[in-house]
């Protein structure tokens, strides 16, 4: 049993969700119907590839099938805000520089947890702040491991442990409310049919982003960073960048890992701000709602 490759090109569309709002971006293979007048904001638009991995001969996605109904790419570039997102934290001093810029600007962001971070209870803190100043909490996997998205039990395995794990140092922080946890990006935005049908199943959208340059390269200036989303960046885009390298946890001290990401934050934000792009949470900028978990309390 092999697997296979396929990259799919999103096309720039409005849709109808089966709830009749505005569907997210969606992966789709033909032109969508026309958009009836008055019954479709504009928050669907799509861009960029996306890397669908498929896993066995039986496996075809179809790009207009449930699967991919939520997986969201970007926000509509009519509306002039972006949104900044945050992999493979929670990572000790990393993350609370990235923190600390985000408040002193105002700004929020998402943050992708590793649940194996999250578990070792030096990141509570960490949490606790997201939760308390504005920032929305995703799920990035438990081990960032791309061998556990094709069975669809590892992967709701994974979701479920890094779900329960954010929750348990949130109350160990102190923090009564549990956030709603319902986005899902998955390790390198690695998209397989069996991880889809787990995050379906567990009441996850999957996130994937438009704006990636590479910050995670080592010796890459934070200045080069900030330049080189300020000349890619659009409104409705969703920008990635890393608090963290993986599970390794080496900056509980000092940011060792990740030494320049809080320096791009804080030149970025203003030269986006300059521009009329306001940074805003994931959510608005996808037109979505969080709602509730499916489960795992
Ligand atoms: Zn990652």
Redesign the pocket.
Known sequence: MGSRLTLRRRRRTHRLGRKGRAAPSKIAASPPPPPRAGSVSCRSLAGGLVAVFVFGCAGVLSPQGELLRDVFVRGCPSVASVALTF??GPNGRCTEEVLDVLREAGAPATFFVLGKNVATARNDGLLARMVREGHTIGV?SHR?SVRRLFWRDLTTEDLSATRRAVYEALARAGVPDRPPLTLFRP??GFLTVAAARAAADAGFSIVEWTVSVGDWEPDRRADDVAAAILARVRPGDVVVL?DGN?TRQRSLERCRDRQNVAEAVRILIPALTARGLRPAPLAEVLGIALTGDAGDH
């Open positions: 992999d493979d990035h960032h390790p390198f890393h993986g």
